[in-house]
């Protein structure tokens, strides 16, 4: 089993400060990671897949990269609304694993 | 517009068993891989089972396997999760979320989710 290595846990962050966000993989997952947003009391939603490819209406201050087993998501500039807990998901192998999460709250 | 409705969940015993349901609309469940994913109280994210667009390949976390079976029916458009032999550790959200355009291992839309209780 992929193991996902979300850091940091949590992320203290001023509004229009950009925030970095890791991922690492026990093992290589290629390209073949995605991220979410979960904001309390709602449903997770896709950010990037493809480590680097935003989904379909996600902003452009949302950027992801890395390949093999180390991945950052990038939040240019955050904005009130980006306050939530990011999640990391590898689907290369069986069985499909998300990371821990990291929360980032306002500072 | 893509909507993926759950329902069926409830309390339920320790050992007992329940059935989740996911009615689509907007895709046709068919020609999308499908997946269950679920979320304990204030914890992370766990993916339980998918089933392929074909419906030929199904396969489970380790936590659920042999104790849970994923189908869907298509001439309802409906995706199924069939829960048996259930732990307390099974209570969570489930949600159930279709696989991407291009790979279905990862999840573009996502059910509101459907809360499972095992407890006596």
């Known amino acids: 089993e992929v193991v996902l290595t979300q850091s940091p846990a949590t992320l203290s962050v001023s509004p229009g400060e950009g925030a970095t966000l890791s991922c690492r993989a026990s093992q290589s997952v290629i390209s073949n990671l995605a991220w979410y947003q979960q904001k309390p009391g709602q449903v997770p939603r896709l950010l990037i897949h493809g480590a680097s490819t935003r989904a379909t209406g996600i902003p452009a201050r949302f950027s992801g990269s890395g390949s093999g087993t180390e991945f950052t998501l990038t939040i240019s500039s955050l904005q009130s609304e980006d306050f939530a807990v990011y999640y990391c998901q590898q689907y290369y192998n069986w069985p499909l694993t998300f990371g821990g999460g990291t929360k980032v709250e306002i500072k | ?120």
């Open chain 2, 1 to 120: 517009e893509v909507q993926l409705v759950e329902s069926g969940g409830g309390l339920v015993p320790p050992g007992g068993s329940l059935r989740l349901s996911c009615a689509a609309s907007g895709l046709t469940l068919s020609n999308n891989a499908m997946s269950w994913v679920r979320q304990s109280p204030g914890e992370g994210l766990e993916w339980v089972s998918v089933i392929s667009g074909s419906g030929t390949s199904t396969y489970y976390a380790d936590s659920v396997e042999g104790r849970f079976t994923i189908s869907r029916d298509n001439s309802k458009n409906t995706l199924f999760l069939q829960m048996n032999s259930l732990r307390v550790e099974d209570t969570a959200v489930y949600y159930c979320a279709k696989g991407g355009y291009d790979n279905g291992g990862y999840f573009d839309y996502w059910g509101q989710g459907a809360l499972v209780t095992v407890s006596s």
